[in-house]
C-alpha cells in the first residue's frame, strides 16, 4: 500500500495568515493526489484533485502543489471558516489511501 | 442537492456482523459515473478505505480487510449497504459513506460524503 504522510499533524494559525500544509508519498503518485476539508460532526469536503485542480465552488484561496512524491496545499488567507482539519489522499491505486490529517487551529 | 445518508446499529457485539445502508437523495445510484462506498475513521486515526461498488454489482475492497467485508446495491431502493463480519473492537470507528468518481481519471476522487455515524463494537 502507498503511504501518506502529512506535516505538520497540527498547526496555530490567525485569519489573514498563510498556511501550507505538506503531504508525502511513500512512492510516485504522479498527480494523482487529492484534498480534503473536514469539520467534526459534518460530511468532509472534496477541494481539490490531480494535485492542483480546485473542484467546483472551492474558494481560490485553496491550492494545490506538487508530482511525484511531494505535495502541498495552501491557503493564501486563512479565513474563520476554514479551521478544519485537512486530508490528502493517493488515487494512483486502490487500495486508497489517505494521510493521517492536518489539523488547523486558531 | 445530492445526499448520502448512513444508518444502522451504533453498537455491535464482537465477533457479530456491522450493518449499514447508506440512502442516497437527489440523483439515481445508477449512473456509470460512479462507484458507490465506505470509509472509515476508527478513533484517533486516520480515514481508511473500506471499498466501493458499481452500479452493476461489482465491487472492490481493500485487502485489509480478509475478506471480511460485502458492499452490496439496491438500485430499486437508491441505497447501498455495509456488511463487515466477525467484528472487534478495532472496528469501533466513524463510518462514512461517499460517491468515487469513476470516469474521469485525474479526478479521481471521494467527492461527495455522508455526515458519518458512530459505530461501536462492545459487549
Known amino acids: 500500500d502507498i503511504q501518506m504522510t502529512q506535516s505538520p499533524s497540527s498547526l496555530s494559525a490567525s485569519v489573514g495568515d498563510r498556511v501550507t500544509i505538506t503531504c508525502r508519498a511513500s512512492?510516485?503518485?504522479?498527480?494523482?493526489l487529492n484534498w480534503y476539508q473536514h469539520k467534526a460532526g459534518q460530511a468532509p469536503k472534496f477541494l481539490i484533485y490531480?494535485?492542483?485542480s480546485l473542484q467546483s465552488g472551492v474558494p481560490s484561496r485553496f491550492s494545490g502543489s506538487g508530482s511525484g512524491t511531494e505535495f502541498t496545499l495552501t491557503i493564501s488567507s486563512l479565513q474563520p471558516e476554514d479551521f478544519a482539519t485537512y486530508y490528502c489522499?493517493?488515487?494512483?491505486?486502490?487500495?486508497?489511501?489517505f494521510g493521517q490529517g492536518t489539523k488547523v487551529e486558531i | 442537492q445530492l445526499q448520502l445518508q448512513e444508518s444502522g446499529p451504533r453498537l455491535v457485539k464482537p465477533s457479530e456482523t456491522l450493518s449499514l445502508t447508506c440512502s442516497v437523495s437527489?440523483?439515481?445510484?445508477?449512473?456509470?459515473?460512479?462507484?458507490w462506498g465506505w470509509i472509515r475513521q476508527p478513533p484517533g486515526k486516520g480515514l481508511e478505505w473500506i471499498g466501493y461498488?458499481?452500479?452493476?454489482?461489482?465491487?472492490y475492497y481493500n485487502p485489509s480487510f480478509n475478506s471480511r467485508v460485502a458492499i452490496s446495491i439496491d438500485t430499486s431502493q437508491n441505497q447501498f449497504s455495509l456488511s463487515l463480519h466477525s467484528v472487534t473492537a478495532a472496528d469501533t470507528a466513524v463510518y462514512y459513506c461517499?460517491?468515487?468518481?469513476?470516469?474521469?481519471?485525474?479526478?479521481?476522487?471521494?467527492?461527495?460524503w455522508g455526515r458519518g455515524t458512530v459505530v461501536t463494537v462492545s459487549s
Open positions: 461517499s460517491r468515487h468518481i469513476r470516469e474521469v481519471r485525474r479526478k479521481y476522487a471521494f467527492d461527495l
Open positions: 437527489g440523483d439515481s445510484i445508477s449512473s456509470s459515473s460512479y462507484y
Open positions: 461498488i458499481y452500479y452493476s454489482g461489482t465491487a
Open positions: 512512492q510516485t503518485i504522479s498527480i494523482y
Open positions: 490531480a494535485a492542483s
Open positions: 489522499q493517493q488515487s494512483y491505486n486502490t487500495p486508497h489511501t
